[in-house]
């Protein structure tokens, strides 16, 4: 009668190069390395502070072209609306939706193409990169919309 014993210890085991390289090449496509940006905002190092600064660029933008707007309305209004924008690999930014109550829709039925207008005016962008390439971006812009009678 013989017996062998043996142990996982003595068997050699090589990481598959292939699953390496594919988790390697990996990419988290819902973050990128940096944010589209302002010329503006290009003295921000800082990650964070940078899409900050882009956020609040965009923001003062089309608020400033929303005051220069007169409107008239039957009840007071105080709600949030959201614009979804897309900013290309060009840096071109485009209007994809914009998100309103229909109370919103019925009183103010001007606000989106007063919206149009105003991203439309908004400069040039510096695009978002990801490993080093302009890449695609979606942005989801909450806008508050307070109107007194």
Do not use: W
């Not at 003595?10 to 302002?38: G, H, I, M, W």
């Not at 503006?40 to 956020?55: L, P, T, V, Y």
């Not at 209007?95 to 919103?104: K, P």
């Not at 962008?125 to 890449?135: L, M, T």
């Amino acid at each position: 009668m013989t017996i062998c014993i043996t142990s996982c210890d003595q068997f050699s085991f090589s990481k598959n190069s292939k699953n390496q390289q594919v988790l390697d090449t990996f990419v988290n496509f819902s973050s990128v390395d940096t944010s589209p940006s302002f010329k503006i905002c290009d003295s921000f190092i800082n990650k964070e502070e940078q899409s900050n600064c882009f956020r609040n660029t965009i923001h003062s933008k089309i608020g400033a072209e929303l005051q220069k707007h007169e409107f008239t309305i039957k009840d007071a209004i105080s709600e949030i609306i959201y614009v979804d924008l897309l900013i290309s690999s060009k840096g071109k930014i485009i209007l994809e939706a914009i998100q309103a109550s229909e109370n919103i829709k019925i009183q103010l039925p001007k606000l989106d193409s007063i919206l149009k207008v105003s991203v439309a005016g908004i400069p040039h962008i510096y695009p978002a990169i990801k490993r080093g390439i302009p890449v695609t971006t979606k942005y989801r812009l909450p806008i508050l919309i307070q109107v007194k009678e």
